[in-house]
């Protein structure tokens, strides 16, 4: 074994893949690029995501509470990337990267039309937020794209890398 930097530490625990979460504020959607999310629960399902307080995003989710994550295929990994690299402080992401927003059922905040999948989301916890910039989202309406057959998704390593979904394999679960 060799010593890693603990700096470094993220790269190897990144959890799922990269997402897009779309907020909307004074009638204005914004997009942006996230990777700091998990799982905390099944039923309702229950997403943790970190949001910078630096982010254009932080500010709309904390006053609306509601946003939704969008689940992009590889074959968007550039623009997802483009949208990551600026504010939407200064920019329609939307328009400026050719993302194609729509309304969604539950929420203010849009789908995006090219992504496999949509969960629409309103804040259900912001205890660790003032801290940790923490946010727990409850899902509240999902969608999936059937058009878009065995998306691979994308999965952030740091630094501009990235690992691409890889082969499936099934091992016996006791799980459902």
Same mark, same amino acid.
């Given at each position: 074994?060799?010593?890693?930097?603990?700096?470094?530490?993220?790269?190897?625990?990144?959890?799922?893949?990269?997402?897009?979460?779309?907020?909307?504020?004074?009638?204005?959607?914004?997009?942006?690029?996230?990777?700091?999310?998990?799982?905390?629960? !099944?039923?309702?399902?229950? %997403?943790?995501?970190?949001?910078?307080? $630096?982010?254009?995003?932080? #500010?709309?989710?904390?006053?609306?509470?509601?946003?939704?994550? $969008?689940?992009?295929?590889?074959?968007?990994?550039?623009?997802?990337?483009?949208?990551?690299?600026?504010?939407?402080?200064?920019?329609?992401? !939307?328009?400026?990267?050719?993302?194609?927003?729509? $309304?969604? $059922?539950?929420? #203010?905040?849009?789908? %995006?039309?090219?992504?496999?999948?949509?969960?629409?989301?309103?804040?259900?916890?912001?205890?660790?937020?003032?801290?940790?910039?923490?946010?727990?989202?409850?899902?509240?309406?999902?969608?999936?794209?059937?058009?878009?057959?065995?998306?691979?998704?994308?999965?952030?390593?740091?630094?501009?890398? !990235?690992?691409?979904?890889?082969?499936?394999?099934?091992?016996?679960?006791?799980?459902?």
């Amino acid at each position: 074994m060799k010593e890693l930097p603990l700096s470094k530490v993220y790269q190897l625990l990144e959890p799922g893949p990269v997402v897009l979460l779309t907020t909307a504020r004074k009638g204005r959607a914004n997009v942006m690029t996230m990777s700091w999310h998990m799982m905390v629960e !099944f039923e309702p399902p229950l %997403v943790a995501c970190v949001v910078s307080s $630096a982010n254009h995003s932080f #500010a709309a989710l904390r006053s609306t509470r509601e946003c939704v994550i $969008a689940v992009p295929a590889l074959e968007l990994a550039p623009k997802v990337v483009k949208v990551g690299n600026c504010s939407g402080r200064d920019l329609d992401k !939307f328009m400026a990267f050719g993302l194609t927003p729509i $309304a969604a $059922a539950r929420v #203010a905040p849009p789908l %995006v039309a090219e992504c496999f999948a949509n969960l629409e989301c309103k804040v259900a916890d912001t205890s660790l937020v003032k801290r940790y910039n923490l946010f727990v989202l409850e899902v509240l309406k999902a969608w999936r794209d059937p058009a878009q057959k065995n998306p691979k998704t994308i999965h952030h390593q740091g630094y501009g890398k !990235f690992i691409v979904d890889g082969e499936t394999i099934k091992l016996k679960s006791r799980m459902r």
